[in-house]
């Protein structure tokens, strides 16, 4: 620490013991909770002291001037933001911050500015209620000690081999004079950290450096570097936990970590009450209202911060200029037709689907249908011609969806055309909770993609259509084109709402119904009511749902090693929820 800091913590009654203490308080209040407010630090500051007599004394005045001082710049492990510049610039909550933000060094570097910052911090907030661990001392968490499964995943990545290179002798591409290696370690690790407990977090994030950086895993498997990773990360401090480990808070031994350890079937009942609290279970208004919000947490996955309001595309080409650069590629016409019923029957199948993704089921299903060779490399021109043709789905960049997006040739995310609003590009609600959606781990695959490239469901949204077009007509001969066009928009609607799972629209538009039944004379009662359930029964049978990967609602149902980190945030949620009930009742 500067000598000019020293003296000025000196000057409001701090000696040199006193700030050596807070020096590694603070450093272990940030390696505990990633981002937290110096009010809510003080607080912890004060229950340890009653139980640590070797805490000096310290005001909350001094408290707040020694992090103001120190953290007026990056320091090697934490920097401060003021509350005038969040709730200036930042804070949209209607809540005002009222003290200064302790935050991680690795969140400064790792956010791309300080609303993305403050956006995590109430994420944090959410995911852990503020239900902080408070330790015997704080200072514990200071300095991490390097513990043997640590070094066993070090040893592995450092096996590994990035563009044909040692992993460790890659340079890394957003830490400065680091290697590739750290930076896999260190994005893994914030990953988990700043997920309400979920490992699986880390894996998705291993997965995706590995495409980034082409990593070659040698004699090794992606099952087993996951292991290893996740047995590194069992001891550390979760932020998004308030402070808690994944040990402590899930209660499962560290050797039984596997790739899929989490799912426990006792934890599910029905579909209805999937997520919900028994009565008994709830005992006071905030009890009631932590409920709620671990509830809503538990459905809500999007990284808000990285979403975009509308997206950008570049201008649709003629068909006689895309058969021109097709042909300037070198595509022949069988591995152009195949290529188009490939990528068609994806989003068909998925809604959304990265290039990655895509290219690995090709390579799963390739031989048994005898498919044509195609090459990373024709996948990747492909998907680079096809975005400016006329099809009725898009192929993005991630800058062009995502805020923090950064472009890779498979990192390419195709959405089918149905997924956008009536306001087409502006409308992307759909799209996110397709992309974002976390309730299955893997992609369902199919025996032959080609047998979905036409169109699916097509029988049940025609018996739908007909229904609604008949609701709207007083006399079964003569139907008029107001209640076409009504029936029309309603169902497109309903395809809408139901593919892109948006569960706060409401599945049939009022304002078009409510005209459709005056045009045709017709009340809106029980037996009106049931037809349109049971066409939409008959709708969901069998219908592959985009926000399950492509599995149908049976299958996924049925396979609960296939279930996404959607379950591990519910069953975060509420081991937390128990432990917070816990310690009230011995209050």
Not at 529 to 541: A, T, V
Request: glycine fraction near 6%; charge should be negative; proline fraction near 3%.
């Amino acid at each position: 620490m500067q000598k000019s800091a020293i003296t000025k913590l000196k000057k409001i009654g701090l000696s040199e013991e006193s700030i050596d203490f807070l020096l590694q308080f603070y450093t272990g209040g940030v390696n505990a909770y990633g981002i937290i407010s110096l009010e809510d630090l003080y607080g912890l500051y004060k229950d340890i002291k009653r139980q640590n007599q070797d805490y000096p004394e310290i005001t909350f005045e001094q408290f707040l001037t020694f992090g103001e001082i120190t953290g007026s710049k990056l320091l090697e492990h934490y920097a401060i933001f003021s509350p005038e510049i969040i709730n200036k610039y930042c804070n949209d909550s209607g809540i005002p911050l009222t003290s200064p933000l302790l935050v991680h060094e690795s969140v400064a570097w790792k956010e791309d500015s300080i609303h993305e910052i403050w956006y995590l911090y109430m994420e944090l907030c959410e995911f852990s209620s503020k239900f902080y661990l408070t330790p015997d001392d704080l200072r514990d968490f200071a300095e991490h000690q390097e513990t043997v499964d640590d070094r066993a995943f070090q040893k592995v990545l450092a096996e590994l081999k990035a563009f044909g290179k040692p992993l460790d002798e890659v340079e890394s591409q957003i830490y400065p004079n680091d290697t590739g290696l750290n930076e896999i370690t260190k994005l893994v690790t914030y990953a988990y950290q700043t997920s309400p407990g979920n490992l699986e977090a880390a894996s998705a994030e291993f997965e995706n450096l590995s495409l980034f950086y082409r990593l070659d895993y040698g004699k090794h498997t992606f099952q087993e570097i996951c292991t290893l990773m996740k047995r590194a990360l069992y001891d550390l401090p979760c932020w998004g936990l308030g402070g808690y480990t994944y040990g402590k808070m899930m209660g499962i031994p560290k050797e039984d970590i596997t790739e899929n350890e989490y799912f426990d079937d006792s934890f599910y009942k029905d579909d209805d009450d999937l997520f919900d609290l028994a009565e008994d279970d709830i005992s006071t208004d905030s009890s009631q209202q932590l409920g709620q919000l671990l509830l809503d947490l538990a459905s809500d996955t999007h990284p808000h911060a990285a979403m975009r309001k509308k997206a950008s595309y570049p201008k649709r080409l003629l068909d006689k200029t895309m058969k021109k650069r097709y042909a300037d590629a070198g595509f022949d016409t069988d591995k152009l037709d195949f290529l188009h019923k490939f990528f068609q029957a994806a989003v068909n199948l998925y809604g959304v689907i990265e290039l990655a993704d895509l290219a690995q089921i090709y390579g799963d299903i390739k031989d048994k249908n005898h498919y044509p060779d195609i090459s990373d490399d024709e996948f990747i021109a492909f998907a680079e011609l096809v975005r400016r043709e006329k099809v009725p789905y898009y192929v993005f960049e991630q800058h062009e969806l995502l805020k923090n997006g950064i472009d890779f040739e498979f990192g390419r995310i195709l959405v089918n055309e149905d997924l956008l609003g009536p306001d087409g590009l502006k409308a992307l609600e759909g799209v996110y909770n397709v992309y974002f959606s976390e309730y299955a781990s893997e992609y369902w695959e199919p025996e032959d993609m080609l047998a979905y490239s036409g169109h699916q469901q097509e029988k049940e949204e025609l018996d739908m259509l007909a229904y609604f077009t008949q609701l709207g007509s007083r006399d079964a001969k003569i139907v008029s084109l107001e209640s076409k066009d009504l029936a029309r928009k309603i169902v497109d609607h309903f395809l809408w709402t139901s593919k892109g799972g948006l569960e706060d629209a409401d599945p049939i538009p009022k304002e078009e119904f409510r005209q459709l039944l005056a045009n045709g004379g017709k009340p809106l009662n029980k037996e009106v009511e049931d037809n349109i359930l049971e066409l939409i029964r008959s709708y969901d049978k069998n219908r592959h749902v985009y926000v399950l990967k492509g599995w149908t609602t049976d299958e996924w149902k049925s396979k609960p090693e296939i279930h996404g980190e959607q379950v591990q945030r519910v069953k975060a949620m509420q081991a937390l929820l128990d432990m917070i009930k816990k310690h009230k009742d011995h209050e």
